[in-house]
């Protein structure tokens, strides 16, 4: 039975990789911070099938012993502090973990068994302020957010300790990709969750920044399924995965009001606090080399993905 650890199993995509992973036949190890608040939410239906155990970006010793008990085959660093906004309010504690983190994980690994596969949590945010329309592995990072400088960070440590040390490091350039279980700070979801309260009459407005920001977003469950084959790719390398279609905020909010009956221009107030520091305006993949190399391809069109997310929104408030 092959082993692996995910990093940030606790959050939208661990939850999802580790369902694809237990389907799979992986003993699934998740390594999750110390808290006084227990944060399984996500992982309730699969807690008595998958082995949690304790750790954190920030402190190297808990990453060796977790690789010296469990030797996994693959390890997945999902973890990081990955909400752009907060970026800004905490720039330290984002590198700590989203780009340092990433160095700690790495020598445990070197140290312990170099033979263990690695992926890393990239993202199309690295891209920011782009250089290029589509955006593919060539294209130069341009990061316009403390998150997206610590990301080119993560994603060239991984490349550097592949090069280096013969590590199996890939990385993994995701575009943006949503689900039920989004957190609810995300744009996605907070219109998603607010759709559903305003037809459930419990809220009166929803207030967003930017409208006009355009993103590449697919569903998380697809793209996992991604970061499997990367890993069973005969070597490691660098992939975009996205959907190659980009969407505004304002086109996500027709769809997701319009689902319920409603008009989104009757309820969307723009609020500048929502605004960012710096924007990335506009985000497209192409996936044409995960297509190729990986046999991969997106499967979940924007308007299924709108409608799942306002669909179980409205259903988890009725429950
Ligand atoms: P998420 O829901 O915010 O989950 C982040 C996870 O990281 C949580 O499990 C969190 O644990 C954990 N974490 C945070 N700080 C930690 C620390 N110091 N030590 C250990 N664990 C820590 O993020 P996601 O959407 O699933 O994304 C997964 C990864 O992909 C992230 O690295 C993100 O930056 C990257 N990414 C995401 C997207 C996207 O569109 N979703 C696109 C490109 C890349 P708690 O539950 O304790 O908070
Ligand atoms: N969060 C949020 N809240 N975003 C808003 C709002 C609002 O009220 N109003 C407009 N937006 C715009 C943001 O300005 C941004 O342009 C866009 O909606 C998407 O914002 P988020 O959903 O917060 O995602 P993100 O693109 O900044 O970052 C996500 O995707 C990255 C991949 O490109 C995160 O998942 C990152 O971790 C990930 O790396």
Known sequence: MPVAIITGITGQDGSYLAENLLSKGYQVVGMVRRSSTVT??????????????????????????????????????LAAQSFVPTSWSQPLLTAEVTALG?????????????????????????????????????????????????????????????????????SGILFNHESPRRGLEFVTRKISNTVAKIKKGTVKELRLGNLEAQRDWGFAGDYVEAMWKM???????NFV?????????????????????????????????????????????DPTKAKVELGWEASTSFKNLVEMMVESDLQHLSK
Not at 129 to 141: A, G, H, I, W
Not at 163 to 169: G, H, P, R, T
Not at 251 to 256: D, N, P, Y
């Open 40 to 77: 399984m939410e996500r992982l309730e239906k699969i807690q008595d099938d998958i082995i949690i155990t304790q750790g954190d970006l920030h402190d190297q010793s808990s990453m060796v012993s977790l690789l010296e008990e469990f030797k996994p085959d693959e390890v997945y660093n």
């Open 241 to 285: 995965i996205g959907t190659g279609e980009t969407h505004s905020v304002r086109e996500f909010c027709e769809l997701a009001f319009g689902y319920v009956g409603l008009n989104y221009m009757d309820y969307v107030v723009q609020d500048p606090r929502f605004y960012r520091p710096a924007e990335v305006d506009l985000l497209i993949s």
């Open 231 to 237: 890993m069973q790719h005969s070597v490691p390398d």
């Open 102 to 170: 990433v160095t700690r994980l790495l020598e445990a690994i070197r140290q312990v068994n170099s033979k263990i596969k690695y992926y890393q949590a990239s993202s199309s945010e690295m891209f920011g302020k782009v250089v290029d329309v589509p955006q593919q592995e060539s294209t130069p990072f341009y990061p316009r957010s403390p998150y997206g400088v610590a990301k080119v960070y993560g994603h060239w440590i991984t490349v550097n300790y592949r090069e280096s040390f013969d590590i199996f490091a890939t």
